[in-house]
């Protein structure tokens, strides 16, 4: 798939979200934002200019130093970034973006990033899972999300889906009243 957008607010090229989402996006104030992004890259040059603070992981270490991310190979430390984050004296996040969760050997393991994300979204904030139970890619469809539906089950969400592609949605959540 072909399909990039450019902000006309900033310039960067918007997060690879899909277009309904970025629609919406580009109208939300994100200034005071503390962001956290599990993989990044474009996305994370967009959230640095739109928010007060974005702070990017990656397991690729290439990509990472192409990009200024943060390079955790290790599943169980990338998983608890945020988590040490927060236990470390820093505050909780506005949003927290999942968008990769793989070891350098391919192995999956977004759905277990969910649980930590939750704990780590102020009150009222957002969290933004791209390709949602997107079946066109390995590991990323239907039954791979059971932890966190299970997570996810009592907070409000949208699914929005890319009107160009089968199945590619990016979803997200208000996390309100824990």
């Not at 990656?58 to 970034?81: A, M, V």
């Amino acid at each position: 798939m072909s399909w990039r957008k450019t902000d006309p607010t900033n310039g960067p090229m918007f997060p690879y979200y899909t277009e309904e989402l970025l629609d919406e996006l580009i109208n939300w104030d994100m200034r005071e934002w503390r962001v956290f992004e599990y993989s990044g890259g474009d996305s994370t040059l967009w959230w640095r200019d739109k928010c007060r603070e974005c702070i990017s992981i990656d397991t690729d270490r290439e990509w990472c130093n192409s990009h200024n991310l943060i390079h955790i190979k290790e599943k169980e430390p990338f998983i608890n970034y945020p988590q040490q984050i927060v236990q470390d004296g820093g505050e909780k996040f506005d949003c927290i973006i999942i968008d990769q969760g793989r070891t350098p050997d391919g192995s999956a393991f977004r759905d277990e990033t969910t649980e930590v994300a939750i704990q780590c979204i102020k009150n009222g904030g957002t969290l933004i899972i791209d390709n949602w139970k997107q079946n066109t890619i390995p590991d990323y469809g239907e039954n791979c999300w059971k932890k966190s539906e299970k997570a996810l089950i009592n907070y409000k969400s949208k699914i929005y889906k890319h009107p160009s592609h089968q199945d590619w949605k990016t979803a997200v959540w208000w996390i309100q009243d824990r």
